[in-house]
């Protein structure tokens, strides 16, 4: 039988390189360690700067490296994975939640978002910032899209805001139905990107909850976790500490 399409094509540089990159890590570098820089490892392994990125850009996305701002390139250390199964359903803020509340704004959801809410495009609603802490560094962002409908009884400011405390009790007056969850791959925007302490760009894992109550979306939760850093699992484990 002839040479099918697929073996023939040859393995791209770079992936070959990632390889001898990740054994690299294996033998010569330890847990946060910061690697040399890209002229001197593609000097190393004699390769072009722009195959070494595509190698590099590769073993970030896997989690074996990490880019932080001001040091450089670092070994990553194990991921560790954090429960997202909607096994354990509770409105955000209850009970031993890991989440911290930031602050809270009136503003307009995200085309998609309001989609899920169901409520007309460009209309108010109450959005929550939140972080996710692991010794003391922030390894999540989320940001918690209320409508008004949703808080009735909540009391506001002159301008219609109120703290993110107040927000989520409110909320959590209501009768929660269920969850849905998706979860995708992404880069971090600028905003979460300064909050993670990671490049514009990185890859993330982006994970969005729906929060159903009286047959219909209640609020949106649109949860950023640095890639490097979490495994999401989908087990009935209880929630496990992401490392840092």
Request: net charge negative; with cysteine; proline share 5%.
């Amino acid at each position: 039988m002839g040479t099918t399409q697929l073996e023939a094509v040859q393995e791209p540089k770079y992936q070959h390189l990632k390889t001898v990159i990740g054994e690299a890590l294996d033998s010569d570098f330890a847990v946060g360690e910061i690697l040399p820089n890209e002229r001197e490892l593609a000097a190393r392994f004699g390769v072009a700067r722009a195959t070494l990125r595509q190698a590099l850009e590769q073993l970030e996305l896997e989690g074996r490296l990490q880019r932080r701002r001001g040091v450089g390139t670092t070994v990553a250390p194990p991921r560790v994975g954090v429960d997202v199964s909607t096994t354990q359903q509770a409105w955000p803020g209850v009970g031993d939640d890991a989440w911290q509340a930031q602050d809270s704004v009136l503003g307009t959801a995200p085309a998609a978002v309001a989609r899920l809410l169901e409520t007309p495009a460009g209309e108010s609603v109450h959005v929550v910032r939140r972080v996710r802490l692991s010794q003391g560094q922030a390894v999540a962002a989320e940001l918690l899209y209320v409508p008004s409908a949703s808080v009735a009884g909540l009391t506001a400011d002159a301008d219609g805001a109120a703290s993110a405390p107040a927000v989520l009790r409110e909320l959590q007056h209501l009768a929660l139905d269920g969850q849905d969850r998706s979860v995708e791959l992404g880069s971090a925007r600028a905003d979460d990107a300064k909050e993670l302490d990671r490049l514009p760009g990185s890859p993330v894992l982006v994970v969005t909850t729906r929060y159903l109550s009286g047959g219909r979306t209640a609020a949106v939760s649109v949860a950023t976790y640095r890639a490097d850093t979490c495994r999401l699992t989908f087990g009935d484990s209880p929630d496990l500490v992401m490392a840092s």
